[in-house]
């Protein structure tokens, strides 16, 4: 059922993992999605994850699909993309804030000490402050509409020790920043909250698996589409304003609505 028809979103970070999955979700509830990344099909090899593969598969699901390349370092990209987005459509409904660089090599099993302090930029550089940005450049149309949703996706690092020290502040930051983005966006009535995906079968998780530095039940695993049904539940809710300024896990959100993982299904 395509309970979004006729709105409009952006996905940060939508070539692989859980951004995929969100722009798939929000595709298949009929929505119009914008969504960003760096890996473009004109400098990869066919079959590698691209925006131009991501937006294939959310037209499959039923949605309308509008990759953007950028960088999400730099802000006049990003900026050009809100504008196009105003331009185009005239309104802003759901911005998914997902974007994320992981260091290379990955920032685990080592002390924060022994991490190059690059891993600090990585995590909280894209993984935090472009979250920011998109959300300055992309609030003003839902703040002039009166309505709007603002999801920034988070995990349980924010709460709890995860991976590294550099992670887990960039994920407590992600969680605060949704509180008081709801604080101040209450009045025009748009919601702001932060959204924790459990294990989830990315191709990075897999990968973690394969090498035998991460075990995964893949029956208690979520699907990366999983994130993009509830987000979409969100959406639809008449009453979001009243969840604004959560911290929520998406099982929470799912069990809420009775959204269904596709792959338990």
Known sequence: MQTLKGKVAVVTGASKGIG??????????????????????SDSPPGLLTVEATAASVEAYGGTAIPVVLDHNNDEEVRAL?????????????????????????????????????????????GLRGYYVASVLGAPMMVRQGSGLIVNISSRGGREYVFSASYGVGKAGVDRMAQDFAVELKEYGVTAVSLSPAKVKTEFILDMVEQGKMQLNADAAQSVRFSGRTIAALANDPNVLEKTGGIYTVIE?????????PDKE
């Open 253 to 261: 959100v799912a069990n809420a609505y009775g959204v269904i993982d």
């Open 82 to 126: 809100f504008e196009r987005v105003e331009k185009e459509q005239g309104r802003l409904d759901i911005l998914v804030n997902n974007v994320y660089q992981i260091p290379s090599p990955p920032a685990m099993d080592k002390g924060f000490w022994e991490h190059p302090i690059s891993v600090w930029d990585d995590q909280c550089g894209v």
């Open 20 to 41: 995929k999955g969100v722009a798939e979700g929000l595709g298949e509830a009929g929505c119009t999605v914008y969504l960003t990344g760096r890996s473009t099909s």
